[in-house]
């Protein structure tokens, strides 16, 4: 089939030019080709190319690339169904929650009280392909000014410094 043939050609092409934005148009093009999976050496240069693409963006290990692609920006959200990440989200709200009175927050307008709790009843995760790539951009800036050259590393922070 000549679009497999084309996706297939277009994969190995942005393999070895590295470039991220042609990677990405590439996998995204091979995606969208029927008959994917069918094409062997097709379907093995489109998992080699998301391995690439997953790497050099800098993604978190749990996002599904390949689902993601099917977007176009790279862009999904899905609710979070986990019962312990939920319950992680309820400690981090219950955990964080300080029960602070100012004179404009002493009622929230309609005379009933400000909630002294939360109740996590629901967690969406949102994956942004463009997003992390800002946030993962001015992070490593962030970790090259705080480690000059010759002098002692302050970033990112341990494991154990995080204690």
């Known amino acids: 089939n000549s679009d497999q043939a084309e996706a297939y050609e277009a994969l190995q092409k942005a393999i070895a030019s590295s470039d991220l934005a042609e990677l990405k148009a590439s996998v995204i093009a091979a995606k969208l080709v029927p008959d994917l999976k069918s094409h062997e050496d097709l379907c093995k240069e489109f998992t080699r190319a998301l391995k690439i693409l997953k790497e050099k963006a800098h993604l978190p290990p749990g996002w599904d690339l390949e689902d993601l692609i099917g977007t176009e920006k790279l862009f999904k959200k899905a609710p979070v169904k986990d019962a312990g990440a939920l319950k992680l989200f309820q400690h981090l709200m219950t955990s964080t929650h300080l029960k602070r009175w100012t004179r404009d927050r002493a009622t929230r307008g309609d005379g009933e009280k ?35 050259p010759g002098m002692p590393s302050y970033a990112p922070l341990s494991a154990d410094q995080w204690k």
């Not at 629901?122 to 993962?136: A, F, G, K, L």
């Open 114 to 148: 400000i909630a002294d709790h939360f109740e996590v009843t629901r967690v969406t995760e949102i994956m942004n392909q463009e997003s992390w790539e800002n946030y993962d951009k001015r992070r490593t800036e962030i970790v090259r000014d705080c480690n000059p």
